[in-house]
């Protein structure tokens, strides 16, 4: 933990643009704000005028209202202003908000007595090439996963690590993961549980055929080299957004971002294993038809 944060006086309150309970909870908490001596700006999270006054470092706080998608969205927007994010849970599943929806008045009331810390979370830096034409950048906060697209066959991934060759798989994917991810996506493909203040770079193929089939780790000064080799579809998907289109020969780079994302936690710091097996045992999505 750092040294004690101050209370804010510029937030923003950044809701899931389909979420109808999202926006009724910020009406709520904007009215509740009102009674301090704060500036609230209230949009959905994809409102243009919210994220560029995010990125002009503009708040010195964004409460995201949603799920994981939306913290992970609002981390990634946040990261390179070091806007520190509270996740409030209105949506299924929160992995990595704060807390839940009917606890956000006491959470305030909190945050306003700048009664918080900040908890950085490694972030990685990924590069999409064909040939030596950069078709895309993006800075991760969980993953990015390189593999097959809607045809069920699986892909040749060629894989490297710091210019040396790691192996070939044979699979469906290979997440490329932080510490945040490895409780989302490279959690469900069989990798291990790594504590969120680690800086590991995390490499865990999905359904491997005759292939490694175990999960790596790796230093956060290594990078790593994805080649894609197939004579059908591929694609790269980055924090769950619309996937990349990728064509036989593509690379995928990835490294340890510039930044981290902040975010605010109430909890003591040992709140991470503690919601671990309530977090699993839990899954909201597990009963639905």
């Not at 202003?81 to 959470?107: C, D, K, M």
């Not at 909201?284 to 038809?289: D, K, N, S």
């Amino acid at each position: 933990m750092d040294k004690k944060p101050i209370p804010p006086q510029r937030i923003a309150i950044a809701t899931h643009p389909q979420l109808s309970a999202a926006e009724t909870l910020a009406q709520k908490i904007s009215e509740f704000l009102a009674l301090e001596p704060v500036k609230v700006t209230c949009a959905p999270l994809v409102d243009p005028d919210l994220q560029r006054q995010i990125q002009e470092g503009k708040f010195d706080m964004l409460i995201a209202l949603g799920g994981d998608g939306t913290m992970l969205r609002a981390g990634g927007m946040t990261a390179a202003s070091r806007v520190p994010v509270l996740g409030i849970n209105a949506g299924r599943f929160g992995f990595l908000t704060a807390v839940h929806a009917n606890e956000w008045q006491p959470t305030i009331q909190r945050i306003m007595k700048g009664d918080y810390w900040l908890e950085d979370r490694m972030m990685l830096h990924a590069e999409h090439f064909r040939g030596e034409e950069k078709l895309g950048a993006w800075e991760v906060v969980n993953e990015c996963t390189i593999g097959r697209g809607k045809m069920v066959r699986p892909v040749r991934l060629i894989t490297e690590v710091d210019h040396h060759f790691l192996t070939t798989y044979v699979a469906d994917a290979v997440i490329v993961s932080t510490p945040t991810g490895s409780t989302a996506y490279a959690l469900a493909a069989g990798g291990p549980i790594l504590p969120p203040e680690l800086r590991n770079i995390l490499i865990v193929p999905v359904a491997p055929h005759l292939s490694v089939d175990r999960a790596i780790v790796l230093h956060e000064g290594s990078w790593v080299r994805v080649t894609v080799r197939t004579d059908h579809e591929a694609s790269l998907t980055v924090d769950g957004q619309p996937s990349v289109e990728m064509q036989d020969g593509d690379q995928v780079r990835v490294s340890a971002g510039q930044h981290v994302v902040q975010f605010v936690r109430l909890q003591s710091a040992d709140y991470f294993y503690r919601n671990l097996t309530s977090r699993m045992n839990q899954n909201p999505t597990a009963g639905e038809r």
